[in-house]
């Protein structure tokens, strides 16, 4: 049978391709841009999006297990339950949806409530699925590399209560060994979560530590200026994602992204090899 990807084109759905691919699965890919649709040999691509009811009704034909990847738009949690809806109309009984980690708590944060939206349908439905709760990407930072390098900040204001950085690599690897697991199995799994982190909870100045450390020159973390990262922000953005954006690094500064007990032993054991670290990042970034 067939495993469905979403979101396939992006960070994490390219490394879920890829991944699943690695373990001998068959493999489609829904995209909206085909042109995009760079992957390995053998996989299927599909044309469409989540308001496309027609081309997701001809994509979840003969689908046996799904990603469910809704990017941060305006209307997510409308496209995951359309998504999920026709998925369940298709017969499709094994899921993986991406979530966010603290999903449940970051309560005014447009896209993690919506996500959490999607994790109350998924358990009122009975809806058989690995429900994904990945922390705040290390991939991330590729975007500010020119500033850190060239004025010598670190300038996300991820604060001092922590986040377990995770690699979106990691994310897709154990987001395919969830697929497949779902995919072999005689009978619907029930409903599981896991939490997504990386090995270190770092605060603002460890990361400029780090950055330090690797530049060899100092690197400083200016503070949790949020009203200057969401004026940032709004220069290739939308103001609504700004906004979104900022509230979220808000909650950095009050609540951090702490992993709970027992997460990193558990994602260690599923990869069987450690988890990728930000200062693996910075010194592969660095060059």
Do not use: C
Not at 75 to 94: K, S, V
Not at 122 to 142: G, K, Q, S
Not at 164 to 174: H, Y
Not at 232 to 259: C, H, I, K, Y
């Amino acid at each position: 049978m067939t495993i469905l990807v979403t979101g396939a084109t992006g960070n994490v759905g390219r490394n879920v391709v890829t991944q699943l691919v690695n373990r001998g699965a068959d493999v489609r890919a829904l995209v909206r841009d085909p042109v995009k649709a760079d992957f390995p040999t053998g996989v299927e691509i599909v044309q469409g999006d989540f308001l496309d009811v027609d081309a997701l009704r001809q994509a979840y034909s003969g689908v046996s297990t799904l990603f469910l990847l809704n990017a941060v738009v305006a209307d997510e949690y409308t496209q995951a339950l359309i998504a999920l809806n026709l998925a369940r109309e298709a017969g499709i009984e094994r899921i993986v949806y991406l979530s966010v980690i603290h999903s449940d708590t970051y309560v005014n944060v447009p896209h993690f409530a919506g996500k959490f939206g999607v994790e109350r349908m998924i358990e009122a439905m009975e809806i058989h699925a690995t429900i994904l709760r990945p922390a705040y990407y290390i991939d991330n930072d590729v975007t500010i590399k020119d500033v850190v390098v060239g004025h010598g900040v670190y300038p996300m204001p991820i604060g001092t209560k922590g986040l377990a950085m995770v690699d979106t690599r990691d994310v897709g690897e154990i987001a395919a060994i969830e697929l497949i697991r779902r995919e072999r199995s005689a009978t619907p799994l029930p409903i599981t979560r896991i939490n997504l982190v990386g090995p270190d909870t770092l605060t603002g100045p460890d990361v400029a530590a780090i950055w330090s450390e690797v530049l060899g020159r100092p690197i400083t973390y200016p503070g949790d200026d949020t009203d200057a990262f969401e004026q940032n922000l709004r220069q290739f953005m939308p103001s609504w994602m700004a906004l979104d954006m900022r509230v979220m690094a808000e909650r950095f500064l009050t609540a951090g992204m702490v992993p709970e007990a027992g997460d990193v032993a558990r994602l260690t054991s599923m990869l069987g090899r450690p988890l990728r670290s930000y200062r693996d990042f910075a010194a592969q970034v660095a060059g």
